[in-house]
Every structure is written in structure tokens, then in C-alpha cells.
């Protein structure tokens, strides 16, 4: 059964203050790592995907890495317009749908 | 492009009670998606739809019916709703399931359902 674990569970940022956040998942073959942020009463929204060891994508102030068994999403210099909910989902090889973590929720505080 | 649209918004239901959440997007989407998403649990795959006339089961199907009769909607049905139904539920649309760059999954707003 695929899993994914997010950590921690809750961040708390000043403004400025660079960080990481963890997802490290166990999926039999992995297709795709997917990162999503949300905002409070919304849909989540499409950040990066990222398909194999080694890749890394960037947007913005945020930074995708993957490896065989985690992805580190890096933020560097967060705003408080940073502060949401982000997601990292998994898809299996062969697979038919995202498997999610809980999440982080982020807090930049000004 | 008003992309992917949820109908109700918020709706709160007796026990026993049956409503249809209606998901519309306009991107001309292939793959549909009926999430929940509940506190600890994270986002749990519902039903799912790889195109017009299509249904499949996701994670959680237990108690859910859906319907894909146009390729730009995907009904979810509750016949009889109990509270372990209380949840926020989203739709999603990809225009693929497996062609990297084109596989992204596009969330609506969210319908917010108590049941009592």
C-alpha cells in the first residue's frame, strides 16, 4: 500500500527565515511526486511534479528535490503570502490515483 | 475559464437524506476526480472517471454513486447520507493520468457537507 508521510506537521517562519519541508513516501514504483499548496476554505492548487531521483523545480521562492524515498520542498526567504497548507501526493507506476500526506501547514509571521 | 466548479458550496443534511454534488470544469478534461477531505486523514480518493460514460471506484466508495453522462461533469450522489459523511469534498480534472507534464490534477473549491 502506498503511504506518505509529511513532516512536521506544523511550521512557524519569520519573515525571511528559510526552511524545509519533508514528504517521504513508500509506493511500489514511483510514476509521480506531486506538490499542491492550500489556502484556508480552498481547493488545493498545482505547485510542481516531479518524476524522477535527482530532479529538482523551482518556483518562485519554493524548491522541489526528490529522492529514491523523500521530497524536500525548500522555501527560501518566505512572506506571509507563503503561509498556507502544502501537500505532497504520490502516483504508482501503472496506478490510477494521487495517494496524499496530511500535510504541512505553514505560518510566516511579518 | 472558470476551470473546475463545485455546486453546492455548503449543504447540511438530515441522516437518511440524499443530495448530488455537482462538479463542472471546462478545460475539456478527460480524468475526474470526487475527493474527500477530512482532519487527520488527509485527501481520500472517492470515485474517480477516465471519460465520458466512465465510473470507477477509488479508495473510499462506500455509500457514494457517481455519474459521468458529459465528459465536462462528474455527479457525486449521496442516497442516504450519515454523519461520518461530514467532510469537505472536492472535485478534480487532469487532462491526463499518465503523460508527465500534462497529469496535473486541477481542484475545485470545495463543497462543504454536514450531515446531522
Known amino acids: 500500500e502506498d503511504q506518505v508521510t509529511q513532516s512536521p506537521e506544523a511550521l512557524r517562519l519569520q519573515e525571511g527565515e528559510s526552511s524545509s519541508l519533508n514528504c517521504s513516501y513508500t509506493?511500489?514504483?514511483?510514476?509521480?511526486l506531486f506538490w499542491y499548496r492550500q489556502d484556508p476554505g480552498k481547493g488545493p492548487e498545482f505547485l510542481f511534479t516531479?518524476?524522477?531521483a535527482g530532479e529538482e523545480k523551482e518556483k518562485e521562492r519554493l524548491k522541489a528535490t526528490l529522492t529514491k524515498k523523500e521530497s524536500f520542498l525548500h522555501i527560501t526567504a518566505p512572506k506571509p503570502e507563503d503561509s498556507a497548507t502544502y501537500l505532497c501526493?504520490?502516483?504508482?507506476?501503472?496506478?490510477?490515483?494521487?495517494?496524499f500526506g496530511e500535510g504541512t501547514q505553514l505560518t510566516v509571521n511579518p | 475559464n472558470a476551470g473546475v466548479t463545485q455546486t453546492p458550496k455548503f449543504r447540511v443534511l438530515k441522516t437518511g437524506q440524499s443530495m448530488t454534488l455537482l462538479c463542472a470544469q471546462d478545460?475539456?478534461?478527460?480524468?475526474m476526480y470526487w475527493y474527500r477531505q477530512d482532519p487527520g486523514m488527509g485527501l481520500r480518493l472517492i470515485h474517480y472517471?477516465?471519460?465520458?460514460?466512465?465510473?470507477a471506484k477509488g479508495e473510499v466508495p462506500d455509500g457514494y454513486n457517481v455519474s459521468r453522462l458529459k465528459k465536462q461533469n462528474f455527479l457525486l450522489g449521496l442516497e442516504s447520507a450519515a454523519p461520518s459523511q461530514t467532510s469537505v469534498y472536492f472535485c478534480?480534472?487532469?487532462?491526463?493520468?499518465?503523460?508527465?507534464?500534462?497529469?496535473?490534477?486541477?481542484f475545485g473549491p470545495g463543497t462543504r457537507l454536514t450531515v446531522l
Open positions: 478534480a480534472s487532469s487532462y491526463s493520468m499518465g503523460l508527465a507534464g500534462s497529469d496535473e490534477q486541477f
Open positions: 509506493v511500489s514504483g514511483l510514476r509521480g
Open positions: 516531479l518524476y524522477s
Open positions: 501526493a504520490v502516483q504508482a507506476v501503472g496506478g490510477s490515483r494521487l495517494t
Open positions: 478545460m475539456n478534461h478527460e480524468y
Open positions: 472517471s477516465v471519460g465520458e460514460g466512465t465510473t
